[in-house]
């Protein structure tokens, strides 16, 4: 068992892999199969002795969620390397290389980073598709260039942020720099998935994505903002285009921490209100809470489901028991109003079940 600080760093290191061998390393000099599969069980099995929630049950809730994501890390590490290691490719990283020929080139003090195209255009800041390559892998990324140098501070706030708050539903910073206009960036590991706009987009979902998918992305959405609470951040502006989904392994990422509050204290406010998603009390600068997030949080699942996000109305379609959870969420009095989403989390996983029935990995096709 870890000491708390020593789970904490696991925990980091398993975030920041991204390929099976970042973790179990090259497990045999030859590559020889089934002596790297003899060391990969081995190791797997050192790791969940390490850091399996059974050895914090006594520890507080945030303690408790560490060593289970961490369980969970190792495990799906440990099943994407058996497979690499049965197909011979577990040696050579894969690669993102991008297609397509690179618009330009920056080169910060540690990396050189080829730049393909712009892919969204803020009131902040633009975001370009790029890659680098490393130790012979090409990694795909994402370079966030604030527009007007006078929001500086904010893209500093949500470097701050990443650097301190790690987890696996968060945006990964690789660097930070700033551009010879004096606009600061930050490059951000690219993450493969679709925010809620653009899976309601979808002609599949255009009466919304189904009560049993929006789930599995609200479960995703409790636990990070649990953990983001816990460690005294409030994100102060959810909606549906910070919220990424990727069904290829069900995870969903909470992003865009520019506006996030660390640590608030009197006298702080949510400084942004975006209409439909703000809770009622935000727009009146009462000072931020877990509860202004959880409201936003609710009314984005409304939204997935094909709700109306202006009165709250949530479709007939979905179980009694969803839309009963949803709209406590959006209670307008942020006095009465749920604040421990990890609470919220454990009754979401019990409520999934029995509405669908035991877990399982469901596809939400694209």
Not at 160 to 171: A, D, F, Y
Not at 251 to 261: C, Q
Not at 273 to 295: C, F, M, W
Request: a negative charge; hydrophobic letters at 35%; one cysteine or more.
């Amino acid at each position: 068992m870890l000491s708390v600080n020593e789970l904490e760093r696991f925990y980091e290191r398993l975030v920041d892999c991204q390929h099976p061998i970042d973790l179990f390393g090259p497990l045999s000099e030859d590559k020889d199969k089934d002596e790297a599969k003899d060391a990969l069980r081995k190791l797997r099995k050192e790791f969940l002795q390490m850091c399996h929630p059974d050895r914090y049950q006594n520890e507080e809730a945030r303690v408790v969620h560490i060593s289970t994501e961490s369980t969970s890390l190792v495990n799906k590490f440990y099943v994407d390397a058996l497979t690499s290691i049965t197909t011979g490719v577990y040696w050579d990283r894969k690669s993102f290389r991008t297609t397509g020929t690179p618009r330009t080139t920056i080169k910060t003090a540690t990396r050189e980073y080829d730049i393909y195209s712009k892919i969204a255009t803020g009131s902040l800041a633009d975001v370009f598709l790029a890659d680098y390559t490393e130790d012979g892998s090409t990694e795909r990324v994402v370079i966030k260039v604030v527009s007007d140098t006078d929001d500086n501070d904010l893209i500093r706030n949500e470097q701050q942020i990443l650097r301190s708050v790690r987890h696996k539903s968060m945006p990964t910073l690789v660097e930070s720099f700033t551009t010879t206009e004096g606009k600061d960036a930050s490059v951000l590991r690219y993450i493969d998935g679709y925010d809620l706009y653009a899976l309601r987009e979808n002609p599949m979902y255009k009466d919304g994505v189904p009560a049993e998918h929006m789930c599995w992305i609200f479960e995703r959405q409790l636990s990070v903002l649990g953990f983001a609470h816990s460690n005294l951040v409030i994100h102060e502006n959810i909606e549906p285009g910070n919220i990424i989904a990727r069904p290829s392994d069900h995870n969903a990422f909470l992003t865009d921490f520019t506006f996030s509050v660390s640590n608030p204290k009197d006298g702080d406010y949510i400084k942004c209100v975006t209409p439909g998603y703000s809770a009622p009390e935000v727009a009146k600068k009462v000072q931020p809470l877990p509860t202004a997030d959880i409201y936003a949080l609710g009314k984005c699942m409304i939204y997935l489901v094909g709700g109306n996000v202006d009165t709250g109305a949530i479709p007939a379609h979905v179980d009694h028991r969803i839309a009963q959870f949803l709209e406590r969420l959006i209670d307008p009095d942020y006095k009465t109003r749920p604040r421990d989403a990890w609470e919220l989390h454990e009754e979401l996983v019990d409520l999934r079940t029995e509405v669908f029935g035991k877990e399982r990995f469901k596809a939400l096709h694209i």
